[in-house]
Structure formats: C-alpha cells, structure tokens
C-alpha cells in the first residue's frame, strides 16, 4: 500500500554543512515533496534588514521594519523560496560574507523568529496548493518548534573536520561552528534534537547513503 499520504510532513533538522540541503532537494525530487530552507527564510530577513542598516540589538526598528514586509512564496522546480513584498532575493545576495556573519544574531531575535512561525507552517497548505504530496522542510527548529507533530523527524550531525571540508569545497567564506553555536545557544527554539527525531551521523556517508537511510526508515514505496 501506497503510505506516502501518512508522512505529509518530513523535518530534516541540524547544524551547517551536515548535508541537510542536499539531502532535502534529493529526497523532495525522489518523493514528489516541496522543498523548504528555512535557513534561507533567515537570510533573507538579514539581507533586508542588513540593507536597511539594522544591527540586532536594534529590536524597535526591527520590528516596524517586519510590519512592513508581506511574505509569499515563489516556487522554482521543487523548492519554495519565500519573496519580500513580491520580491524573491537572489541566492548570491543571500549566501553573501556579511549575511553570513550575522544570520544567526537575527535568527535569535524572538520577533524574528515569530513572524516567520506561521509562513513557515503555513508551507503545508502552499505544498498542497500546488499539488504535491507533502513538504520536506529542513532548517534548526522544525522537529522542535515548526513541526513537531511531523510523523518523520530526521536530525543530522557530522564531524567537525568534515564539515569543514565541505564549506571549504564550496569556496564559502563562513564561521560555521561559530553560528552553530550562536544557535545553540540562543532562548528561542534553539538547535536541539528533538525527541524522537532520528540521527544521522553523515561524516562516512555519501549523499546516496543518506538517501537510501532516510527511505528505508519513513518505508515509502516510490513506484506505487
Ligand atoms: O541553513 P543555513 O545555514 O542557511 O541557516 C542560516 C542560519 O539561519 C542559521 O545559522 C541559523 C538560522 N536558522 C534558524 O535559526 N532556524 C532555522 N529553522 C533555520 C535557520
């Protein structure tokens, strides 16, 4: 039997470079899901309010400045990409140096994090809307805090030299365990396992290894 309809929902949380992108967009391709950064959400937030000369402690002007953004979404092959008053950011403009470096102190900010709660399940609705079987969202808190009613709750980890590496290969300049631990850290639905969330160490695993983990363990039949 066909169960595909019993897991609308996978959360694919962890920290950066631990594979959670690659893994999403391959599994939401092989499963006909949607796929949803999350951690895009929050660059793109930053690039805003970076443009507009905002610093994180500046949580008055912050939040007048969120008062004025309308959120929708812009679908490109398999992947939801959130627009900023009918205006999708580009990918260069949001993986920039500095928004790197400050992504993770506006993710901490609560007024952030809550105005981007029900866009971010409201995604269910916006999979639906366009005909797929159901979401894939990967970020920090969607085991914990966005979905945590998902039937499949996925966490990966990696070694630190692995992770490294990776960044390394992809000729970004960013502080990876410097964020991780500005997310961990932080008040408001910090990077945590969730409970019953099933861990993946990918440090010895190819992307193909992952993949065929995660669909041995949620069971889906891709063929029926
Ligand atoms: O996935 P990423 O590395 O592009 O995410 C960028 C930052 O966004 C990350 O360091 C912390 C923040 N983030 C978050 O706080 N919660 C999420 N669900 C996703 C990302």
């Given at each position: 039997?066909?169960?595909?309809?019993?897991?609308?929902?996978?959360?694919?949380?962890?920290?950066?470079?631990?594979?959670?992108?690659?893994?999403?967009?391959?599994?939401?391709?092989?499963?006909?899901?949607?796929?949803?950064?999350?951690?895009?959400?929050?660059?793109?937030?930053?690039?805003?309010l970076l443009q507009l000369g905002a610093v994180p402690k500046q949580t008055?002007?912050?939040?007048?400045?969120?008062?004025?953004?309308?959120?929708?979404?812009?679908?490109?092959?398999?992947?939801?990409?959130?627009?900023?008053?009918?205006?999708?950011?580009?990918?260069?403009?949001?993986?920039?140096?500095?928004?790197?470096?400050?992504?993770?102190?506006?993710?901490?900010?609560?007024?952030?994090?809550?105005?981007?709660?029900?866009?971010?399940?409201?995604?269910?609705?916006?999979?639906?809307?366009?005909?797929?079987?159901?979401?894939?969202?990967?970020?920090?808190?969607?085991?914990?805090?966005?979905?945590?009613?998902?039937?499949?709750?996925?966490?990966?980890?990696?070694?630190?030299?692995?992770?490294a590496a990776r960044r390394l290969k992809e000729g970004v300049n960013d502080?990876?365990?410097?964020?991780?631990?500005?997310?961990?850290?932080?008040?408001?639905?910090?990077?945590?396992?969730?409970?019953?969330?099933?861990?993946?160490?990918?440090?010895?695993?190819?992307?193909?290894?992952?993949?065929?983990?995660?669909?041995?363990?949620?069971?889906?039949?891709?063929?029926?």
């Open positions: 039997m066909n169960n595909i309809y019993r897991c609308e929902v996978i959360a694919i949380d962890g920290g950066a470079a631990t594979g959670k992108s690659s893994t999403a967009r391959a599994l939401a391709e092989q499963l006909n899901f949607m796929h949803v950064d999350t951690g895009a959400h929050y660059r793109t937030l930053t690039a805003s008055a002007r912050i939040a007048a400045h969120l008062k004025q953004l309308h959120l929708s979404t812009e679908l490109t092959g398999q992947s939801a990409l959130l627009s900023i008053n009918n205006k999708a950011p580009s990918n260069e403009n949001i993986r920039s140096a500095k928004v790197n470096a400050s992504v993770s102190l506006f993710a901490a900010l609560p007024d952030i994090r809550k105005f981007l709660f029900d866009y971010q399940r409201g995604q269910l609705l916006v999979a639906k809307k366009y005909g797929f079987k159901g979401i894939i969202m990967e970020g920090r808190d969607i085991g914990t805090t966005i979905f945590p009613d998902a039937k499949f709750r996925f966490f990966l980890e990696a070694d630190a030299s692995t992770r502080s990876i365990t410097n964020r991780d631990d500005l997310d961990k850290t932080r008040k408001m639905a910090p990077l945590v396992c969730s409970k019953g969330a099933i861990r993946i160490d990918t440090s010895q695993l190819t992307l193909k290894d992952v993949i065929e983990r995660i669909l041995a363990i949620i069971n889906i039949k891709q063929d029926d």
